[in-house]
C-alpha cells in the first residue's frame, strides 16, 4: 500500500542522547515535512523540504536537523535529546508544496 | 502575528448536523485545509477551500469567507465514527500552513 512509513512507533529516549526518526514515502512526492504535535497546540512546523536536495527551517527547528538525500527519504535527528522534545512527531508529504499533505503514523517520543 | 482559532471541544448527537468553526489572521491567504485525526492517529485531508463559498463532499461540506477570515465544518447525519479532533490549517502569502489547534468532536448517541 503506497504511502508514508515512519520509525519507530514510539521510543523512550535518555536525556543528552542521540536519535534518529526514520520516514520514507512511495509516492514520489516533491515536499516533505517534519511536524510535532503537542496537547493543547496546533501542529507544529520543525523542518520541510521541498524537494530532494533542500530542506528549510518551520517554526521550531532548533535542537533538530533533516537531510533530504532522495524524493523517498526525510530522516530528521535530535543530536543531543531534552525533555521539551517529548512529543508525538508526524512525517507529512505532499505532491506539491500547495498540496494536501498526507501524514505517516506518527513517533511518540518520550525524552526522560 | 498569525493565529487560528477553532473551539477546543464540542458535543452533538449521532443522526444530527454539527458546524465547526475557525477564524483565521494570517499574512496573506493561499487556502485553507481541514483534516480529521482520530485519537492516537495520523491526520488525514478531508477538503480544500480557496475561494468564497461552499464546498459538498458527501456528508461533509467546507464554508469559507475570506474578506471574513473565516470558515466552517458542517457534518450532516452524524455517525459515530465521527468522533475525532476537526483540525483547520491556513496556507499564508509564504505557502507555509498555520495549523488550529484543533477541535475534539464528542458524538452521543
Known amino acids: 500500500t503506497a504511502g508514508i512509513t515512519q520509525a519507530p512507533t514510539s521510543q523512550i529516549l535518555a536525556a543528552g542522547r542521540s536519535m534518529t526518526l526514520r520516514c520514507t514515502q512511495d509516492?514520489?512526492?516533491?515536499?516533505m515535512y517534519w511536524y510535532r504535535q503537542d496537547l493543547g497546540l496546533g501542529l507544529r512546523l520543525i523542518h520541510y523540504?521541498?524537494?530532494?536536495?533542500?530542506?528549510g527551517k518551520g517554526e521550531v527547528p532548533d535542537g533538530y536537523s533533516v537531510s533530504r538525500a532522495n524524493t523517498d527519504d526525510f530522516p530528521l535527528t535530535l543530536a543531543s535529546a531534552v525533555p521539551s522534545q517529548t512529543s508525538v512527531y508526524f512525517c507529512?508529504?505532499?505532491?506539491?508544496?500547495?498540496?494536501?499533505?498526507?501524514f505517516g503514523n506518527g513517533t511518540r517520543l518520550t525524552v526522560t | 502575528g498569525q493565529n487560528i482559532d477553532q473551539p477546543t471541544e464540542m458535543t452533538a448527537t449521532e443522526g444530527a448536523i454539527v458546524q465547526i468553526n475557525c477564524t483565521y489572521q494570517?499574512?496573506?491567504?493561499?487556502?485553507l485545509f481541514w483534516y480529521q485525526q482520530h485519537a492516537g492517529e495520523a491526520p488525514t485531508f478531508l477538503s480544500y477551500?480557496?475561494l468564497d463559498g461552499l464546498e459538498e463532499k458527501g456528508r461533509f461540506s467546507s464554508f469559507l469567507s475570506r474578506s471574513k477570515g473565516y470558515s466552517y465544518l458542517l457534518l450532516k447525519e452524524l455517525q459515530m465514527k465521527d468522533s475525532a479532533s476537526y483540525l483547520c490549517?491556513?496556507?499564508?502569502?509564504?505557502?507555509?500552513?498555520?495549523w488550529g489547534a484543533g477541535t475534539k468532536l464528542i458524538i452521543k448517541p
Open positions: 507529512a508529504s505532499s505532491e506539491d508544496y500547495n498540496s494536501p499533505l498526507h
Open positions: 509516492m514520489r512526492h516533491n515536499a
Open positions: 523540504s521541498n524537494t530532494a536536495g533542500t530542506t
Open positions: 494570517t499574512s496573506g491567504f493561499n487556502g
Open positions: 477551500n480557496v
Open positions: 490549517a491556513v496556507m499564508d502569502s509564504n505557502y507555509q500552513l498555520i
